[in-house]
Every structure is written in C-alpha cells, then in structure tokens.
C-alpha cells in the first residue's frame, strides 16, 4: 500500500531474489523503494491477487531502505463495489465496505477451528456472504455477538473470493475496521443505515 492508500502487487522471479527480498520485507513495515519496474497488470493471462491497472516488478537492482517518516493510511483509498466481486479471480484479494445485517450462529469446522458466516449489504442493496474464520472471529468476538442488532458499518480488507464458498473468506491478512470515518462509509450513514436498523 502507498501512502494515499492504493494497493498495488509486485512480483519477485528467482530463487536468489526471493530469498534476499524475504530477508529485506517485513509486513506492517514502511519503505521507499528505488528501480522498480512498473507493467501492465498481467491478470488476463496470469493470476494476480490484486486487481490494479499496474503491477511492479522487483529485482537485483531494486533497493528497499527502512522509512519512518512517511505516514501511511490505517485503511485503502479505494474499496470493490459487491458488484464487481464476481468478476474477480478465485483467491484474489477484496477490500469491501457494507452494513452488517445478519449473522449466522457460530460453528466448529473440525476440532479447533470456529466459524461465522456475516452478511455485508453496501449502499445499493447488494449482499454479499463473508466467511468469518479462526482468529479474526475472536479479535472481535464481542463485536460479531452484537451485530445483528447493532448492524454496524464494517470495512474488511484482503478478504479472499472464494468462487467454492460463493462470496468471500477472511485470510490471514485480513482486517476489520468497524464505523470508520472513511468516505467509502458515508453513503451508508444516515437514512440507509436507519433504515437497515429498522427492518
């Protein structure tokens, strides 16, 4: 993610390469990063995790140096339309914002791992099933118990499509950020958001 919130992918070729960018990249961590080959999104023909027009390339000339000064946002700039998830790759990534109006009872997929099945609606009507798996079901235990009658805003980022499962699942990279002050949120402020409560 750059400091105006886009995200963008690059790719790493070689075994020596990847290696040494492995040792380099931390996530959660900020960089500046010189001789980067910027291309055309390559997704008609090769899958690629994150739907930008561009993707970058990495190699032995790139340099990566550790930054603190630059403030990044806590949340993307731009977030998927539910209508636009379809079309997406299986396993991209999706960053969506929506109405919280049902959860489903909790389950136990095996012997340890829990599971939750929410259901996001954005400000056009269009719902869209989220998977609510493992850890990020007890990061916000309290906060998924109350959302049938809270119906709180929620943006969810890197979710993955699951074209199986028929909507979308948290991934290990996944965060959710509930009543942000996000302008992706203000259209479900106010009259949509009473009227979701209402029903």
Not at 61 to 86: A, D, N, Q, Y
Not at 97 to 122: P, S
Not at 151 to 156: E, H, L, Q, Y
Request: with cysteine; charged share 20%; glycine share 8%.
């Amino acid at each position: 993610m750059d400091r105006n919130g886009s995200k963008i992918e690059a790719s790493i070729w070689g075994h020596a390469q990847v290696e040494r960018f492995n040792r380099i990249l931390q996530p959660g961590c900020k960089y500046v990063i010189h001789r980067v080959k910027i291309n055309p999104n390559a997704e008609s023909v090769e899958f690629r995790a994150i739907g930008h027009i561009f993707e970058l390339s990495f190699d032995r000339t790139t340099i990566v140096e550790p930054c603190l000064s630059i403030e990044f946002p806590i949340l993307p700039k731009h977030l998927m339309p539910f209508l636009e998830v379809p079309a997406r790759p299986n396993k991209t990534f999706v960053d969506i914002v929506g109405i919280v109006v049902h959860c489903c009872e909790l389950e136990c997929v095996g012997m340890f791992t829990k599971y939750k099945q929410a259901i996001f609606m954005d400000a056009w009507g269009n719902f869209i099933p989220v998977g609510i798996w493992g850890s990020k079901l007890t990061q916000n235990s309290y906060r998924w118990s109350t959302a049938e009658n809270d119906r709180p805003i929620a943006i969810a980022t890197m979710l993955q499509k699951d074209k199986g499962f028929g909507g979308l699942n948290t991934s290990e990279h996944t965060n959710f950020t509930f009543n942000p002050d996000h302008p992706a949120a203000r259209p479900l402020q106010g009259k949509i958001r009473h009227k979701v409560i209402g029903i």
